[in-house]
């Protein structure tokens, strides 16, 4: 199994290669040269496998064993998942008339990106271990990534995490799960800006192969293939506990239909990746009121809005959804010189206009919905009237679909939940209700904290690149001398 980019200017490398890369040297973004077909046998063969134990599965496919060995790929993926707060690590809930959401959020930090960070993590320290080296690891989170990849990587001895947050446009629980992080390996950056402005000082810093190669530069967003890779088994876990295939013993697989909020776009990603191995899913990108997705997706528009517009549903108020870049590689036929054009374009003119070919194979992966702030209130509370049951504002915006779109009972349908509620106690309480959150949450209110400001100003990207640098290379040189970065 190699990799390639999917804008056509690298291919031929390793999986540990990719895993220690951000964007591809081309700007592009790394993916599998070749995708395995999953057959019916070997899904009908994976159920009732644990979760862990499907994350093993399908991390191998992707994995050769002269890299990690299967027994060591099982131990890091079992400890990796050893912490979560529900032994089968996630969860269905069966509510009713036929509403089932997969709980993806029950790892440290209460959300989804917790499942793929913790795996990546440590197949990343693996290959530091084994090869006695460092790595610098650039986080450009919404709100959740950035927690997950902290709580994940700190006190590890050989990585040191640099996280840029959006200041005032998270939780306070999500930015309290990274500024009460006080191990020497974590530095967090508080920025005056969308987590799109985020991406732009980060990108050049990326660019820059000689920053990279001195002090080992790495992401941990889902532009690192590990994370999209690892997000792969939940959806193949959706397909397997919910789509009926138990009881078919043969021939043609039955039909899930998934329905995913949506963001950066790695998860509808992942999602597209499983069903061109061959998964029969019908997958329902679902979008707030940042709806460059769905616009994408019903009109052909992948066009940036003015700005970002801050909505209930924090972490998917992006505008910039990467990701997309590895779901038209895939449906252009992993043509690298056409996905150049189109996303070249797009970040010259934040805009690009999908031919009506294009729009017609996208249509054929995913169909697509926005949700404003009312209807993801609305949702809540018919959920709980309905259920008891508390969703939080990011799994409102896939479940507004069930209440909105009514199928047969024949239909199989999943729908993502990517957080607790635990983690957005405004909105709990703006659509009336309540929730106690878990004790470590509540702890969150009494831990120290610490932090950096990234300040916005005329020149607030430059500026932001160069604060960012330096701070880089003052970690660096402390690692080099062997003293502790912060002064205790």
């Not at 959401?101 to 990106?113: D, N």
């Not at 460059?292 to 700005?307: C, E, P, Q, Y």
């Amino acid at each position: 199994m190699l990799y390639c980019s999917t804008r056509g200017g690298v291919g031929g490398w390793s999986f540990r290669d990719v895993l220690f890369s951000g964007y591809a040297p081309d700007g592009g973004m790394f993916m599998p040269e070749t995708l395995p077909p999953l057959s019916p046998d070997t899904l009908r063969g994976w159920k009732g496998l644990s979760f862990a134990r499907l994350v093993v599965e399908v991390a191998s496919l992707f994995i050769p064993a002269q890299l990690i060995p299967r027994q060591d790929l099982d131990a890091l993926v079992s400890e990796a998942l050893r912490g979560f707060s529900v032994p089968e690590v996630v969860r269905v809930a069966r509510l009713k008339d036929g509403l089932s959401v997969l709980e993806l959020f029950h790892g440290e930090t209460l959300a989804f990106k917790d499942l793929a960070m913790t795996c990546t993590v440590r197949f990343l320290n693996y290959f530091l271990q084994k090869e006695q080296r460092r790595a610098t690891v650039i986080v450009g989170t919404s709100g959740d990534t950035g927690g997950s990849a902290i709580q994940s990587a700190k006190g590890l001895p050989g990585l040191d995490v640099l996280v840029v947050y959006p200041r005032g446009r998270i939780t306070p629980v999500q930015e309290k799960h990274m500024i009460s992080c006080l191990e020497d390996n974590v530095h967090v950056f508080a920025a005056d800006g969308s987590s799109d402005d985020i991406d732009q000082p980060l990108r050049r810093l990326f660019a820059d192969q000689d920053l990279v190669k001195s002090h080992g530069l790495m992401s941990l967003n889902s532009v690192n293939w590990s994370r999209v890779m690892v997000q792969l088994a939940h959806f193949i876990y959706a397909y397997l506990e919910l789509s009926g295939i138990g009881d078919r013993a043969a021939g043609e697989l039955p039909e899930l239909e998934v329905v995913v909020p949506t963001g950066g776009a790695g998860n509808i990603a992942a999602g597209t990746v499983v069903k061109l191995m061959g998964v029969p899913l019908k997958l329902v990108a679902m979008v707030n009121s940042n709806d460059i997705v769905h616009r994408t997706v019903s009109a052909g528009d992948f066009s940036m809005a003015a700005s970002v517009t801050q909505t209930l549903a924090p972490a998917i108020d992006i505008q910039d959804p990467y990701n997309m870049e590895r779901v038209f590689w895939l449906l252009l036929g992993r043509d690298g010189a056409s996905v150049k054009a189109m996303m070249e374009e797009f970040q010259r003119s934040q805009r690009h206009a999908l031919s009506p070919e294009h729009r017609e194979l996208l249509s054929q992966v995913m169909t697509s919905g926005s949700v404003a702030d009312g209807g993801i209130l609305e949702t809540m509370r018919r959920c709980w009237e309905d259920n008891q049951y508390v969703l939080c504002p990011h799994s409102a915006v896939a479940v507004w679909h069930h209440y909105h779109c009514p199928h047969p009972a024949s239909v199989h349908r999943c729908y993502i939940a990517t957080a607790s509620p635990a983690k957005f106690e405004a909105a709990v309480q703006k659509a009336g209700l309540t929730f106690d959150p878990p004790e470590a949450v509540k702890a969150l209110d009494s831990l120290p904290t610490r932090f950096q400001t990234l300040e916005r100003r005329d020149s607030w990207c430059r500026d932001w690149e160069q604060s960012l640098r330096e701070w880089i290379g003052s970690v660096g040189r402390a690692r080099s001398s062997g003293a502790p970065f912060y002064r205790q």
